[in-house]
């Protein structure tokens, strides 16, 4: 196998790693507490942002053709941990603004303004993060590797990823299959009956959506890391769409359904499209994957709304209880 | 137990592990059918010979693929027609960069992978340029960039190449022809895209540097669907002329809604005001004659006399079955460019006997750099022949000599068009005096 293909496989599995992430911190938010958060990219792009500034070093290296706030250099990983962290406190104040008195129909349509308003703040405050041009010449932590070459150490960042990815998956699991994703779940699907039981779900809302928005941003700052560059045509507000798309395809609220769901989107998509034999016009395969995209949310929300993986859902014994007549018993089916 | 709805995990695993492998092993296939594409292995003897079209043909900068292929194509036709290059044809390949960085690098790393006989690449603009370089640059696959991005103005990159100057470069003359036309009252007023935004601060400080009143700064949020409160505020400043760009569709909103409230002032603009989109947004916002009146586009001095851009337009003109509506590229500075960047590349080839990109690549300065003794040629065919003769040879290409410096830059001379008759014409040429006290260099 050429070095060349050996690239390209790389690339597409950390990009198959990074959709993941990303994919679970929406699932666990629209998935499996049913929060519509329309911003989601914005948080992606605040850990593709805070990483860029935490290792890119003071703005006036490089020759100073570049300018964006803080500007320091930190080793591995904590400029990564530092994007989590970022992701996770832009999270807290979206979600404080949206969640607590918004009905969340509101608080989706509050979601969008508020990603479009990001980009475009973005675009115009030069200062912020270098405008429209975006961030550059981003260090990837594998190449501070002596003593590997440039394919080797590709692989070790394919590695950096998919440790994340296992650990992020594990951390979805625990949470997801716990009582507490019982609380989860019940807030999506019924709120008065989680708060007559003593739960809030305001704070378990609020608590998933900064929960999710670190993971967005643990996604963003390795895909920035291996693209080393990131502007804002990379968040415009459709991408958000996208991972909705994984999540619905994959199944809601099912944190395998949501990863193979992401494959296929997020990476499949965009890569098989390249393959078909229409004439390879650039423009229709464009065109193709948007559509493609567009066509699978309907599709599944019409034939299928549970997805690919449907959500696990644990069935137990019937309890004892008086049979009236005619009542054959059986098993009841609960949230696992 | 777990239900699944019917569908077992293994099943779907296996039809993601099977759809993805179909992507790789396309890749693995085409690259494996001439050997190892990385260190570029050329063609296989009489294969056609590949150069990408690597620019955005979909997102908001989707103008500069087409604009791209423009100029690639008649270098194809060209170049074909001269018998090809080393007993191979050549072919340009469009692959779209959606002008994004996080799409761009997988498109990559997969065209690089997919073909055996890349042998060149136009593109990596301003939107992708600094994420993708390096990629082709692991590939040694030379790449000839419009980006006009300062960070590659001292690159280390040994396979990027740029014939037009940079951003800065077009600031500074922009503010120099502001001087040159006799205007002490301007005004400055930008996209806050990253094209428009590369050449502001320099057009600005050059604008300060020669001492002329800058009554307005603007930098525009593109893509608006109005601007009135900040027209009305350029309006109120009454400059003499605006130094400026923006992509087409801001640029008319603004001046539209500008020539409502008062009088459009003279307008210093670089090559995008030569982009057939853009003249064609402004002229229905503005009306066409006041657009021709008012315009001073600042480009690089390519003399529409010098024989290699005659040979380009002709073959421009003769391309309309992969370039449509051809005519409408003929001043597209941009486009004149890349048909010399391709030239070069396939005269490179000719005098490294080599179609290998990483042999090739250390030919592209020989062919271009003036030396004594050296054949001046316009022409691929003329180029070729002479290097078959056993001759050194100078390209002096369409958008006129390309002298690469250590960092495999070109500079350029600027000149102030008008466009007039339907056809542009140097109004006068700024001289490299000029420039340097716009830029303080």
């Known amino acids: 196998m050429s070095a060349a293909t050996q690239y390209y496989i790389a690339t597409i599995l950390v990009y198959i790693a990074v959709n993941a992430i990303a994919s679970w911190g929406l699932d666990l938010q629209f998935g499996v507490t049913g929060v519509l958060n329309f911003a989601f990219i914005l948080f992606q792009a605040a850990g593709a942002y805070t990483t860029a500034m935490l290792s890119l070093g003071p703005a006036s290296g490089n020759g100073g053709f570049q300018r964006y706030l803080v500007g320091v250099h930190l080793p591995f990983p904590l400029p990564i941990l530092g994007a989590m962290l970022v992701g996770a406190a832009l999270s807290a104040v979206v979600g404080l603004i949206t969640l607590r008195r918004l009905r969340s129909d509101y608080q989706a349509m509050v979601m969008l303004v508020v990603s479009v308003v990001a980009t475009v703040v973005a675009e115009s405050v030069l200062g912020l993060a270098n405008g429209s041009a975006g961030l550059s010449l981003i260090p990837n932590p594998a190449e501070g590797l002596a003593g590997l070459a440039r394919q080797a150490q590709t692989w070790v960042f394919v590695g950096i990823c998919a440790v994340c990815m296992l650990v992020v998956g594990l951390l979805m699991y625990a949470l997801v299959y716990s009582p507490y994703g019982r609380v989860l779940r019940g807030t999506r699907e019924n709120e008065p009956a989680i708060e007559a039981m003593g739960r809030n779900a305001t704070r378990a809302r609020m608590q998933v959506f900064v929960l999710g928005g670190a993971l967005g941003a643990l996604s963003g700052a390795l895909l920035a890391e291996f693209i080393g560059a990131w502007a804002p045509s990379d968040w415009l507000y459709p991408e958000t769409f996208v991972f909705f798309t994984a999540v619905i395809v994959g199944g809601r609220g099912s944190v395998s359904g949501v990863a193979v769901g992401s494959a296929l989107v997020c990476v499949g998509v965009q890569q098989a499209v390249q393959y078909l034999p229409i004439g390879g016009d650039p423009t229709v395969l464009a065109s193709l994957e948007w559509i493609i995209t567009g066509l699978l949310t309907m599709l599944f929300l019409w034939v299928r709304p549970q997805g690919l993986l449907p959500e696990r859902r644990r069935r137990f014994p019937a309890a004892e209880r008086v049979l009236a007549p005619g009542d054959v018993g059986g098993a009841v089916e609960v949230d696992a | ?441």
């Not at chain 2, 050997?35 to 294969?47: E, I, P, R």
């Not at chain 2, 050296?374 to 022409?379: D, I, N």
């Not at chain 2, 500079?411 to 007039?420: D, H, L, P």
Request: glycine letters at 10%.
């Open chain 2, 1 to 441: 137990m777990p239900r699944h709805g019917g569908f077992k995990v293994a099943g779907v695993a296996g039809a993601l592990a099977g759809a993805l492998a179909i992507a790789a092993c396309g890749a693995t296939s085409a690259s494996s059918t001439a050997g190892a594409a990385t260190g570029g292995s050329g063609a296989s003897k009489g294969g056609a010979l590949e150069v990408a079209i690597f620019h955005a043909y979909s997102g908001p900068n989707a103008a500069y693929g087409p604009e791209a292929a423009a100029g690639c194509y008649p270098a194809e036709r060209l170049i074909n027609a001269a018998g090809g290059i080393l007993g191979h044809q050549l072919a340009c390949t469009p692959v779209d960069s959606k002008g994004d960085p996080a799409d761009a690098v997988p498109a990559a790393n997969r065209m690089i992978a997919a073909s055996s006989s890349l042998v060149g690449v136009l593109g990596g603009g301003s939107d992708t340029a600094t994420s993708v370089v390096p990629l082709f640059e692991q590939a040694q696959i030379p790449v000839f960039s419009t980006t006009g991005q300062s960070a590659f103005d001292r690159t280390g990159d040994s396979y990027f190449w740029r014939i037009l100057s940079p951003d800065a470069a077009q600031g500074s003359a922009m503010a120099a022809a502001a001087k040159k036309l006799g205007f002490t009252r301007v005004a400055a007023l930008f996209g806050n895209d990253s094209a428009a935004q590369g050449s502001a601060p320099t057009a600005i400080s050059g604008v300060r540097r020669l001492g002329l009143s800058l009554v307005a700064n603007q930098t525009l949020a593109v893509g608006q669907t109005s601007y009135r409160s900040e027209a009305q505020a350029l309006s109120t400043a009454k400059p003499q002329a605006i130094v400026t760009e923006a992509d087409p569709q801001t640029s008319a909103t603004y001046f539209s809604e500008l020539s409502q409230i008062g009088q459009v002032p003279a307008l210093i603009t670089d090559p995008v005001s030569q982009e057939p989109t853009w003249r064609k947004a402004m002229g229905g916002a503005i009306g066409t004659g006041l657009l021709d009146r008012q315009d001073y586009a600042v480009v690089a001095y390519s003399p529409t006399t010098a024989p290699a851009y005659k040979v380009y337009t002709a073959a421009l003109l003769a391309s309309a079955k992969q370039v449509p509506q051809p005519s409408q590229w003929d001043s597209d500075l941009y486009s004149v460019a890349d048909y010399d960047s391709v030239i070069v590349m396939a005269l490179a080839m000719d005098a490294a006997h080599s179609t290998k990109p990483s042999v090739y690549n250390g030919y592209i300065s020989k062919v271009t750099a003036p030396s004594a003794g050296a054949t001046v040629v316009h022409t691929y065919a003329a180029g070729k022949a002479a290097l078959a003769a056993g001759k050194s040879i100078q390209y002096v290409g369409a958008v006129g000599p390309l002298d690469f410096n250590q960092w495999h830059n070109a500079g350029n001379q600027f000149a102030i068009e008008r466009y007039s008759g339907g056809n542009w014409a140097v109004s006068s040429v700024l001289s490299a005096a000029e420039i340097s006290a716009a830029s303080g260099s």
